[in-house]
């Protein structure tokens, strides 16, 4: 591969978190791939989003639409501000990143006169926490009072949780077909002591889960078990309000689709896209594509409705995003504009790939966001 060499720092952090792999594997013989995952990710101290190294922008790994554009922020403001009229004028955002969309949600609903009570924001990573509430601080010190910060899931909730590019860094199990079934990855150590990827029969409960799926013999891909337990954990808690979800994926008709027979893993390191998932840990984010069926199913298993499902396209223009522009603007700035709105809209670039989800309980009338374009059907 063709990546940018680590410094020093980079490397000695990551060689920590190895050594933390390794000793447990060395007490467990067997490490399933799901576990590995949440230590590269999450390994207090260590893991890619639990660490202090810049994650997200230029400088980071990767770019997100919040910090692609307001645009993208405001759109989902006008969403919000519909569903908190519905339900209680509070809002959880799960895995807040940067703060970046808190803090364009909270200008735009504040401009539309729907700032809620309370936004709070569930953020495991003490790193991103501090970064979250500077800029909070700095951008918007009149709202800054109703932000908080959550350790856990909230026992009872009614409002709005939010979750943008969440769902694809959730940990997920690694699996392909057998002519005797399926079988599960996950990490052993080779002579020389280092961590390296093997196969065996997979547990029980995971093979039901793929059963349905019905794996051709060598056929690889990922189930995300964790993703569907925690929607449902949501999905529990939630008394009146909605689930808004925001990520890249398919629909599960497509997810396994026979052409893509080596899954959908994949890592990003300094704005560059690799495959090897064992490649320093801890310094690269390692995602699997969203199955939507199985978040859908999920949560209406726990008792909530499915609301509306779409491109993201088709979310940021039923959500009014060319009301947005500013056509009377200088030609450098339309200009600017123009572009980011062919990111975040065009097929060949996010408008297509990512989706939007939204399940309800207590919420009868049509969202905005899927007033056209809605491909519930498909799931």
């Given at each position: 591969m063709s990546l940018p060499v680590p410094d020093a720092d980079a490397l000695a952090h990551s060689a920590n978190l190895v050594a933390l792999i390794r000793s447990e594997?060395?007490?467990?013989?067997?490490?399933?791939?799901?576990?590995?995952?949440?230590?590269?990710?999450?390994?207090?101290?260590?893991?890619?989003?639990?660490?202090?190294?810049?994650?997200?922008?230029?400088?980071?790994?990767?770019?997100?639409?919040?910090?692609?554009?307001?645009?993208?922020?405001?759109?989902?403001?006008?969403?919000?501000?519909?569903?908190?009229?519905?339900s209680a004028p509070h809002i959880i955002e799960a895995g807040a990143g940067s703060g970046r969309l808190a803090v364009d949600l909270l200008s735009e609903l504040d401009r539309l006169g729907s700032a809620p009570e309370t936004y709070r924001i569930l953020e495991l990573s003490a790193d991103l926490r501090a970064r979250q509430r500077a800029l909070v601080e700095r951008e918007l010190p009149a709202l800054a009072n109703r932000v908080e910060w959550l350790d856990t899931l909230p026992e009872r909730f009614s409002g709005v949780v939010i979750g943008n590019e969440l769902l694809d860094a959730l940990p997920v199990e690694r699996i392909r077909g057998t002519g005797h079934g399926i079988e599960e990855a996950?990490?052993?150590?080779?002579?020389?002591?280092?961590?390296?990827?093997?196969?065996?029969?997979?547990?029980?409960?995971?093979?039901?889960?793929?059963?349905?799926?019905?794996?051709?013999?060598?056929?690889?891909?990922?189930?995300?078990?964790?993703?569907?337990?925690?929607?449902?954990?949501?999905?529990?808690?939630?008394?009146?309000?909605?689930?808004l979800l925001i990520d890249y994926g398919f629909p599960q008709a497509e997810y396994y689709h026979r052409d893509r027979s080596?899954?959908?893993?994949?890592?990003?390191?300094?704005?560059?896209?690799h495959a090897d998932t064992l490649w320093m840990p801890g310094l690269c984010d390692i995602t699997a594509h969203v199955d939507f069926t199985a978040i859908a199913q999920s949560a209406f298993d726990a008792g909530m409705s499915l609301a509306g499902y779409t491109s993201q396209a088709n979310f940021l223009l039923n959500c009014g995003v060319l009301d947005l522009l500013t056509p009377d603007a200088d030609p450098l700035v339309r200009a600017k504009q123009n572009a980011q709105l062919n990111q975040?809209?065009?097929?060949?670039?996010?408008?297509?790939?990512?989706?939007?989800?939204?399940?309800?309980?207590?919420?009868?009338?049509?969202?905005?966001?899927?007033?056209?374009g809605d491909r519930s059907h498909t799931l």
């Open positions: 594997i060395a007490a467990c013989g067997w490490m399933p791939y799901s576990r590995y995952m949440a230590l590269a990710l999450y390994a207090p101290g260590l893991g890619y989003y639990s660490g202090a190294l810049q994650k997200f922008g230029r400088d980071g790994d990767f770019v997100t639409a919040p910090e692609l554009s307001p645009l993208f922020g405001r759109c989902v403001a006008r969403q919000l501000a519909q569903l908190t009229a519905l996950g990490l052993e150590l080779d002579a020389a002591g280092q961590p390296v990827l093997s196969w065996r029969t997979a547990p029980p409960a995971l093979s039901d889960a793929a059963v349905a799926l019905r794996l051709a013999t060598g056929y690889e891909t990922e189930i995300g078990l964790a993703g569907r337990l925690w929607v449902a954990e949501w999905a529990q808690r939630i008394d009146c309000g909605a689930l080596t899954g959908t893993l994949m890592c990003h390191y300094r704005h560059h896209a975040l809209t065009s097929p060949a670039e996010m408008g297509e790939l990512f989706k939007v989800i939204c399940m309800t309980r207590g919420i009868a009338d049509p969202l905005i966001g899927f007033a056209r």
